[in-house]
């Protein structure tokens, strides 16, 4: 009969490790089978962490969380930890005689009428390798065989060995997970430190001083500027210094997508709202909630769309598309644009009431041609980085390199600068980069030798000169027939081609 229950124990144990993913379920699923076959007043299982030689409570029948996760074992110590060291099992008739227990849960103290307990705990392994231990206290009874608990609880282990196994594998995965994201987001916050945006021109330090100012608060910020100023870093260093950098950071470019998804884009679509929307799908809002949401390129997005955005502004909600259920965030919006917003406003492209509530904190980028002073700065930067990128050393312009850096407008502002930089430092092989080592868009007439010898007095001279002759050989000296090619009339062309010396008479 005995047989016949500890088959139906284990069989149903089995049942319950494998009938769900959830390995911590199926623990907890196996603990309470044993509680009620074995009359059980609480069960552990413990893991060993190899690298700190330190023993956790993984799961635990009648046991509180905090309980659980404050009690610690270092190896050897107490039952458990001997259990585990030796890979033995140990069975004690009555804990109360027993000097090496040492109750680190603390709970049997606590009990109003003490209630004398036996204890088994059996090792589970890994082929040889102890890798934790299963742990039970049952009511003390004269007649119950504890050597026979023991075996059935061995057996146990055993079944259990490998979901311990996969929890170790999981938590350890777990806390290296935990640990790069840690470290990446601490990187991101040394990277877009407001410091970290080169420029030391005065019109730099008011976008720092405002940035600080800002940063800190929940208010919309729409920033300002021409393409490749680096609007992107404003909007990073107002996330990763505000109170919600360890939220989310969204970033859409409203330009990037195509008109009739944007919606579904930013707000999200139910499943069936149009062709091709087999799933539910979260929008980019939803998934910035509790963080920052940044809209580049904000002056592309249509009117349509612009209405749902200014309520999402205003009222922090909005629905699904396809959906009725009114979602609520906690979102605060960055916004960027190199458009002129007030003439769009005008024109009738962009909405007034949008407009104002993005305009709340405006931060003005300055292109490069009006911050020379750190073009230098800037290169030297860019030098450093993508020198170390490439694996060379280069250590510094040439003279002439520098003039042309500082003669040349920047049309494309900081991104073209660095592209300028990182082609350079490709084409270079020694330690410094020369002139001809930057892009023919920074040539200048001085560096290669194409300055035009004439005034310009004197080249609209030659210009006219050779258009009038021109004229009077295709008209063959007919006056009439040349100034009506070039346009104009008799009296004028005739005073033009005496002031240049051209007689028609020759033509004919």
């Known amino acids: 009969m005995k047989r016949i229950e500890d088959a139906t124990l284990l069989y149903e144990i089995s049942q319950a490790l494998s009938e769900s993913l959830d390995l911590k379920k199926s623990l907890y699923k196996a603990l309470d089978i044993l509680s009620s076959s074995m009359d059980m007043v609480r069960g552990t299982v413990s893991i060993l962490d190899p690298l700190r030689n330190e023993i956790n409570i993984e799961v635990a029948h009648s046991l509180s969380l905090s309980t659980i996760e404050r009690t610690k074992y270092k190896l050897g110590e107490g039952i458990t930890g ?4 030796t890979g033995k099992a140990v069975t004690i008739p009555k804990i109360s005689e027993e000097p090496l227990f040492l109750d680190r849960t603390a709970v049997r103290k606590k009990l109003k009428d003490f209630q004398e307990l036996s204890f088994i705990c059996v090792p589970i392994k890994k082929g040889n390798q102890v890798i934790g231990a299963l742990s039970v206290d049952r009511p003390y009874e004269e007649s119950y065989n504890l050597k026979d608990g023991q075996k059935l609880l061995s057996v146990v282990a055993t079944m259990l ?12 995965e777990k806390d290296q997970l935990r640990a790069e994201n840690q470290r990446l987001r601490d990187e991101l916050e040394n990277k877009y430190r407001i410091t970290n945006i080169v420029g030391n021109s005065n019109k730099m330090r008011e976008v720092f001083q405002m940035i600080s100012q800002v940063c800190k608060s929940n208010a919309t910020v729409l920033v300002r500027g021409e393409s490749g100023t680096g609007k992107e870093l404003v909007a990073n260093s107002v996330h990763y210094n505000s109170n919600r950098a360890k939220g989310p950071f969204i970033k859409v470019n409203c330009a990037a997508i195509p008109a009739n998804l944007i919606e579904s884009e930013l707000f999200g679509h139910e499943k069936g709202a149009f062709t091709g929307a ?9 998934l910035a909630h509790k963080g920052t949401i940044f809209l580049d390129e904000i002056g592309s997005v249509g009117l349509d769309v612009q209405s749902n955005l200014l309520r999402v502004l205003q009222e922090k909600e909005f629905e699904r598309v396809g959906g009725q259920r009114t979602i609520k965030v906690d979102v605060r919006i960055v916004a960027a644009t190199n458009k002129n917003l007030e003439q769009a406003v005008e024109d009738g492209t962009f909405r007034g009431d949008l407009y104002y509530r993005l305009n709340v904190f405006p931060i003005y980028m300055p292109p490069l041609r009006e911050r020379k002073t750190d073009i230098l700065l800037l290169s030297d930067f860019f030098l450093e980085v993508y020198s170390k990128e490439n694996n060379k050393s280069i250590k510094r312009f040439s003279t002439p390199a520098i003039d042309m850096l500082m003669a040349y407008h920047w049309p494309g502002n900081v991104r073209e600068l660095e592209n300028c930089i990182e082609r350079a430092i490709l084409l270079c092989d020694g330690g410094v980069i020369h002139s001809y080592h930057l892009p023919p868009t920074l040539q200048t007439g001085r560096e290669s030798g194409t300055l035009p010898e004439l005034s310009l007095e004197d080249a609209v001279a030659n210009l006219e000169r050779e258009m009038i002759i021109d004229a009077l050989k295709n008209s063959r000296g007919n006056i009439t027939a040349a100034a009506e090619v070039l346009k104009t009339t008799v009296r004028k062309f005739a005073y033009k081609a005496k002031r240049h010396g051209v007689h028609y008479a020759q033509y004919r």
Do not use: D, P, S, T
């Open 278 to 286: 087999i799933k539910q799908k979260l929008g980019k809002f939803e």
């Open 161 to 172: 060995a490998q979901h311990v196994v996969n929890l170790e594998i999981i938590r350890r």
């Open 82 to 85: 001997r259990v585990i060291q």
